[in-house]
């Protein structure tokens, strides 16, 4: 019942969960979706730092508004702090880039996780039950897979792809 009313409203269905007018995009989360970069600052935050040799590193501040002050500064101001495992880029990648129904450039995957698209299983059977579409170098969710989004998501999980 909704997306005929918004799109009467010139809302475009752009993300999975999000709406939007012409122009009034979410610019601030199209960085999460395209798996770009962003710093943590206050308490719970979150950060997620790409190096020059293509490590990336999430980290997590302490929640605790009053915990995290009097631990600024410190390595105990972070409740986590990891480097992602290189196995583990590609579905990191597809949890925040599939959610645009325009998809991503084919080359930002290797730029980002420095792996071939092509060479990725879940990539392989997502294309074979159509519930994505590779044209003009860019992969986008087709309207199935967009429908069932967890499950080609799921794809690209380290332990599913191996099959």
């Not at 122009?23 to 710093?39: A, C, M, T």
């Not at 071939?116 to 309207?143: I, K, N, P, W």
Request: a positive charge.
């Amino acid at each position: 019942e909704c997306q005929p009313l918004l799109a009467a409203a010139s809302f475009e269905h752009y993300e999975v969960s999000a709406y939007a007018q012409a122009g009034k995009r979410s610019r601030h989360n199209e960085n999460y979706w395209l798996f770009g970069d962003y710093l943590a600052v206050g308490a719970g935050a979150h950060s997620k730092v790409s190096a020059a040799d293509g490590q990336v590193r999430r980290r997590v501040r302490q929640r605790t508004p009053s915990f995290y002050l009097q631990q600024a500064g410190s390595s105990r101001a972070w409740s986590e702090d990891r480097n992602v495992d290189q196995h583990e880029l590609g579905f990191e990648f597809m949890l925040n880039a599939l959610r645009l129904k325009q998809g991503f450039a084919e080359q930002l995957y290797r730029q980002r996780t420095g792996r071939q698209l092509e060479s990725e299983a879940g990539y392989q059977r997502a294309l074979a039950r159509d519930l994505l579409h590779h044209d003009g170098g860019r992969v986008r969710v087709s309207e199935l897979g967009f429908r069932f989004l967890n499950d080609v998501v799921a794809g690209f999980l380290p332990a599913l792809s191996k099959r």
